[in-house]
Nanobody
Framework: HVQLVESGGVLVQAGGSLKLSCVVT????????LGWSRQAPGTERERVAF????????NYADSMRGRFTVFKDNAKRTLYLQMNNLTPEDSGMYFC??????????????WGQGTQVTVS
């Protein structure tokens, strides 16, 4: 059973950068699509960036493409989200997510507790 623990969320100034981490336990990283979603108060959770099991495919929400990079280190069992040129609209709770398959065609079925990002 996959478990996800996020970290790295802090208060950062607009224009700054931040890297989130998610430690994945319970299964081999390459067997799952992994990624990030975020949710601001009063809004629905939205997909941010996902990477497939063999790291050959990534997909990003339009507003994040070119600013955010999702990647993972299988040896460290960790998924990352590098975020650059942050804006206040990027503020929210960021959740690490795992899907049941290597491909990202299926919806995530496991979530972490989230890490708060605030951009001032």
């Amino acid at each position: 059973h996959v478990q996800l623990v996020e970290s790295g969320g802090v208060l950062v100034q607009a224009g700054g950068s931040l890297k989130l981490s998610c430690v994945v336990t319970g299964d081999t990283l390459s067997r799952h699509c992994l990624g990030w979603s975020r949710q601001a108060p009063g809004t629905e959770r939205e997909r941010v960036a996902f990477i497939n099991g063999d790291s050959t495919t990534t997909n990003y929400a339009d507003s994040m493409r070119g600013r955010f990079t999702v990647f993972k280190d299988n040896a460290k069992r960790t998924l990352y989200l590098q975020m650059n040129n942050l804006t206040p609209e990027d503020s929210g709770m960021y959740f690490c997510a795992s899907g049941p398959l290597r491909t990202c065609a299926a919806l995530p079925n496991t979530w972490g507790q989230g890490t708060q990002v605030t951009v001032s």
